[in-house]
């Protein structure tokens, strides 16, 4: 079994000093490709965007609209069988990230 490298998660300088130390890019290079690529996400999933984004063999990201729903009374909670009242929702945006098949086979291999 794999050796875990430490209890807390990588910080975003770890993250970039790792990279550059592999790649032999500079730090500021991959600086930029990854605000280049943050910049590529966000035009793809802001509201005029086509709402995909996706990192090949890692994820797949996209927006998705959930409609309004109206209020409810006298609705049954299924835990204490009490009659209750449900307040109305807005629509709203949401953003739902999946792992792709490599990604997975990286988590369980």
């Given at each position: 079994m794999a050796?875990?490298s430490?209890?807390k998660?990588l910080?975003?300088?770890e993250?970039?000093?790792?990279?550059?130390?592999?790649?032999g890019?500079a730090?500021?290079d991959?600086?930029?490709?990854l605000?280049h690529?943050t910049?590529e996400?966000?035009?793809?999933l802001?509201?005029s965007?086509?709402?995909?984004?996706?990192i090949?063999?890692?994820?797949?990201?996209?927006r998705r609209?959930?409609p309004s729903?109206?209020?409810q009374?006298?609705?049954?909670n299924?835990?204490?069988?009490?009659?209750q009242d449900?307040?109305?929702?807005?629509a709203?945006v949401k953003?739902?990230?999946?792992?792709l098949?490599?990604?997975?086979?990286?988590v369980?291999?």
């Amino acid at each position: 079994m794999a050796k875990k490298s430490g209890s807390k998660p990588l910080t975003k300088t770890e993250i970039l000093r790792n990279i550059s130390e592999s790649t032999g890019l500079a730090k500021k290079d991959v600086v930029l490709v990854l605000d280049h690529l943050t910049n590529e996400i966000q035009k793809a999933l802001k509201g005029s965007g086509i709402g995909v984004f996706s990192i090949p063999g890692l994820v797949k990201i996209e927006r998705r609209k959930v409609p309004s729903r109206p209020a409810q009374k006298g609705v049954k909670n299924p835990f204490t069988g009490e009659l209750q009242d449900r307040p109305a929702k807005p629509a709203s945006v949401k953003v739902r990230v999946r792992a792709l098949k490599n990604l997975k086979a990286m988590v369980a291999g």
